[in-house]
């Protein structure tokens, strides 16, 4: 079979056939002369019609024998695994086995072409030298809900970092502390680390600060009938509706002293004793526990138990703020503009170049929910309009950087608008500080010590 120089084949391995032909109607539609779709009924079929190197092979892995299987049958093509199980576990199974990537079915046009486009990107770029990869690393993965890894959205060394990270802690069953900022996401962290050692568990989360003291102890271990008053029946508590799966205690640091003891005793005995109930029973769960605050400096001053520090601090990952990885600031933005439009059935409004730039230079204190939140007053206020940076950045609650330090001939300050230009010219080349260093004719060197500083405040 041949095809057009520029064009790559994608050889298309489903066996419904209303499958392959809505994958290739996406191929066709969205890719331009960039990719040719190649509709075949089987494995045997794609692997003889696939005889050059180079090819791209986009199979369903639940009918086969699995994704090790497919790649051992197609030697030299890059295979996009895609399953109805869209679940982490399911994309860890098959990027070990060999896969390039992974993707949820149903398949929608844009991300489909966003992978096809990022595995020939990285075909390219092994052609040209081989780049450094731990092997255990997960390359970031499409969720059904459009997110880049199991509900997270960002693409960023910072965040790949993370899903890596999430990926080993998904294999053990040590407990897990989370920590970062308000609103990083540390209870998407905590259903992803559950969901990377198997689907069909349970998993509990517990908002620790927003329990009141005096029922806390109920909530987490249980309860008797008559135990307290309002006690009308016996009931169990979130330790014991987790047997088998993830008991979440997110914002452990909030919990009272008394309620610290009784933490520290369950982790240790692995058993469970109901408010009022003088016998206790064993649960077989896995816990993840998630803070903002810095647990070492509470245990200094008294407010956190030492050896419940301890228990807890065994297995750590830390969620970055987005302040620090700017460049998912315009991924953010784009996924909840078009998230939230979809919700209403209006158009997303577009976010001008400079828009995207003044959005980089916003410290975000509430992180992605605080993203979110002013992406969502966009969409209301604004659907389907050009937005620009004063829009953007309204939309915050904040002020346009630089906009108070204009004196009276309305002369901005030299730093600030060299800090505009500069995150403009990163916004405009997608991201890259390499191209945006060469647009500029400065060094990238330049670039990372000058964000360095501002990220600093200094």
């Avoid at 369903?60 to 994704?67: E, K, Q, W």
């Avoid at 309002?230 to 452990?252: I, K, N, P, S, W």
């Avoid at 005995?269 to 206790?280: D, I, T």
């Amino acid at each position: 079979m041949q095809f057009a120089a520029a064009s790559v084949p994608v050889f298309i391995v489903d066996a419904d056939p209303a499958q392959r032909r809505a994958l290739a109607e996406h191929i066709g539609r969205s890719a331009g002369h960039r990719f040719t779709a190649v509709a075949c009924g089987d494995l045997s079929e794609a692997e003889t019609l696939a005889v050059g190197r180079g090819a791209i092979v986009l199979a369903d892995i639940d009918g086969a024998d699995g994704t090790a299987h497919l790649v051992r049958r197609m030697p030299g093509r890059r295979v996009i695994a895609m399953s109805a199980r869209g679940s982490v576990t399911a994309a860890v199974e098959a990027m070990r086995a060999g896969a390039a990537d992974f993707l949820p079915k149903p398949v929608g046009a844009k991300v489909l072409i966003e992978r096809l486009e990022a595995v020939m990107a990285a075909t390219r770029a092994a052609a040209t030298g081989p780049a450094p990869a731990a092997p255990e690393s997960l390359p970031a993965v499409a969720s059904a809900s459009g997110t880049d890894f199991a509900g997270f959205v960002g693409r960023s060394a910072a965040m790949r970092a993370v899903y890596d990270r999430i990926v080993r802690l998904g294999r053990s069953k040590a407990p897990v502390l989370v920590t970062g900022e308000t609103g990083t996401g540390k209870e998407i962290a905590a259903e992803a680390i559950h969901a990377g050692a198997g689907e069909g568990r349970p998993f509990i989360a517990v908002n620790c600060a927003a329990i009141p003291t005096a029922l806390a102890e109920s909530e987490i271990f249980g309860h008797v009938r008559g135990a307290f008053t309002g006690a009308h029946d016996d009931r169990a508590g979130a330790a014991e509706l987790a047997h088998g799966g993830t008991l979440f205690l997110d914002e452990v640091g909030e919990l009272e002293p008394q309620l610290q003891a009784k933490l520290l005793r369950f982790l240790q005995s692995g058993r469970v004793q109901r408010v009022g109930e003088a016998v206790s029973r064993p649960v077989d769960i896995r816990l993840v526990f998630a803070t903002n605050r810095d647990l070492a400096a509470e245990v200094a001053v008294g407010r956190f138990r030492a050896d419940l520090f301890h228990r807890v601090n065994v297995l750590r990952l830390h969620l970055p703020p987005l302040r620090e990885r700017p460049d998912d600031i315009g991924v953010l933005a784009r996924h909840f503009l078009d998230l939230h439009a979809a919700e209403d059935g209006v158009a997303p409004p577009l976010l001008q170049p400079e828009a995207l730039a003044a959005l980089a230079t916003l410290g975000w204190p509430g992180n992605v929910r605080e993203i979110q939140n002013a992406m969502r007053r966009l969409v209301v206020d604004a659907p389907g309009a050009q937005v620009d940076a004063a829009m953007a950045v309204a939309a915050t609650g904040a002020e346009l950087a630089g906009a108070a330090t204009a004196n009276e001939e309305g002369i901005v300050a030299f730093h600030v608008e060299e800090r505009r230009i500069i995150e403009r010219a990163i916004a405009l080349c997608g991201g890259s500080i390499a191209r945006a260093a060469a647009a500029l004719g400065i060094d990238a060197s330049t670039i990372y010590r000058k964000r360095s500083t501002w990220k600093s405040g200094t």
